[in-house]
């Protein structure tokens, strides 16, 4: 009589793959997992350009592709991906109503936008980083500044080029009757929800209003890494927004910063 051999066991859950459609928030996965990247660009040549850079490297995975913004958010409705490359100019959506979309919805909570954008398209990026991106980078990047972009993002660190942010931040605050009849959805009201920000949060929301990472805020306020965004996820809540860019902005319209200070 032939022997068959009994079926080997199922996989345990953690070896089993992911399912595309599973209802996970990025947040959920731990970090020693690869960072799940959506690629958004209405030209088929950059989006290869970015996959390969991206699937070169063994801590990112490339999950999806989508050629324009409405495509961006379903996929990320679909994928969960940790972080979103989003083109700015494309047909449909553009990438700032998608950042918005994907920024307001409590389903992807976890998932990040960062910008894709080239120096022309400033007051874009203005848009995209008030309809809740997590950042910005320009699309002539080298890969290791595109590498290590998405793992901040990733992390929560939405000031990719602090100095570059902040000189964009301060261009379009000075030109508020730009942002008035540009159609960009507007923060909440300059100051809102600051007069219950503790003495200390106050503190953190000017340093981070400076351009200063987490690491220098807790440097030059003797405080942990930890304590530091600890304060900044508690300065988010009270003030109804969702990443630190948008901090800096309202740090900007409330004048506790003045551009070139």
């Given at each position: 009589?032939?022997?068959?051999?009994?079926p080997p066991p199922p996989p345990p859950p953690s070896a089993r793959p992911e399912r595309a459609l599973g209802h996970v928030v990025a947040e959920s996965r731990p970090f020693g997992e690869p960072v799940r990247v959506v690629v958004v660009d209405d030209q088929a040549t950059i989006r290869l350009g970015l996959?390969?850079?991206?699937?070169?490297?063994?801590?990112?995975?490339?999950?999806?592709?989508?050629?324009?913004?409405?495509?961006?958010?379903?996929?990320?409705?679909?994928?969960?991906?940790?972080?979103?490359?989003?083109?700015?100019?494309?047909?449909?959506?553009?990438?700032?109503?998608?950042?918005?979309?994907?920024?307001?919805?409590?389903?992807?909570?976890?998932?990040?936008?960062?910008?894709?954008?080239?120096?022309?398209?400033?007051?874009?990026?203005?848009?995209?980083?008030?309809?809740?991106?997590?950042?910005?980078?320009?699309?002539?990047?080298?890969?290791?500044?595109?590498?290590?972009?998405?793992?901040?993002?990733?992390?929560?660190?939405?000031?990719?080029?602090?100095?570059?942010?902040?000189?964009?931040?301060?261009?379009?605050?000075?030109?508020?009757?730009?942002?008035?009849?540009?159609?960009?959805?507007?923060?909440?009201?300059?100051?809102?929800?600051?007069?219950?920000?503790?003495?200390?949060?106050?503190?953190?929301?000017?340093?981070?209003?400076?351009?200063?990472?987490?690491?220098?805020?807790?440097?030059?306020?003797?405080?942990?890494?930890?304590?530091?965004?600890?304060?900044?996820?508690?300065?988010?809540?009270?003030?109804?927004?969702?990443?630190?860019?948008?901090?800096?902005?309202?740090?900007?319209?409330?004048?506790?910063?003045?551009?070139?200070?």
């Amino acid at each position: 009589m032939t022997h068959v051999p009994a079926p080997p066991p199922p996989p345990p859950p953690s070896a089993r793959p992911e399912r595309a459609l599973g209802h996970v928030v990025a947040e959920s996965r731990p970090f020693g997992e690869p960072v799940r990247v959506v690629v958004v660009d209405d030209q088929a040549t950059i989006r290869l350009g970015l996959r390969m850079i991206l699937d070169n490297e063994p801590d990112i995975t490339v999950v999806g592709e989508a050629a324009d913004g409405a495509q961006g958010v379903r996929m990320a409705h679909a994928l969960r991906p940790d972080v979103v490359l989003m083109d700015v100019r494309m047909p449909h959506l553009n990438g700032i109503d998608a950042a918005a979309q994907i920024s307001g919805d409590p389903e992807l909570a976890g998932v990040r936008t960062l910008v894709l954008t080239t120096f022309d398209d400033d007051e874009y990026v203005y848009g995209a980083l008030r309809a809740g991106a997590a950042g910005f980078l320009l699309k002539d990047a080298d890969p290791e500044a595109l590498v290590t972009a998405v793992h901040r993002v990733r992390a929560g660190d939405s000031l990719l080029d602090p100095g570059v942010t902040r000189r964009i931040i301060e261009r379009y605050v000075e030109l508020s009757d730009w942002h008035a009849g540009s159609g960009v959805a507007s923060a909440p009201r300059a100051g809102a929800g600051l007069e219950l920000a503790t003495p200390r949060e106050r503190e953190v929301l000017l340093a981070v209003a400076r351009g200063l990472s987490n690491k220098e805020v807790g440097d030059e306020l003797f405080l942990s890494e930890a304590t530091v965004k600890s304060h900044v996820r508690s300065l988010l809540t009270k003030v109804g927004l969702t990443n630190r860019v948008q901090l800096v902005i309202l740090a900007y319209e409330a004048e506790l910063v003045r551009p070139g200070r």
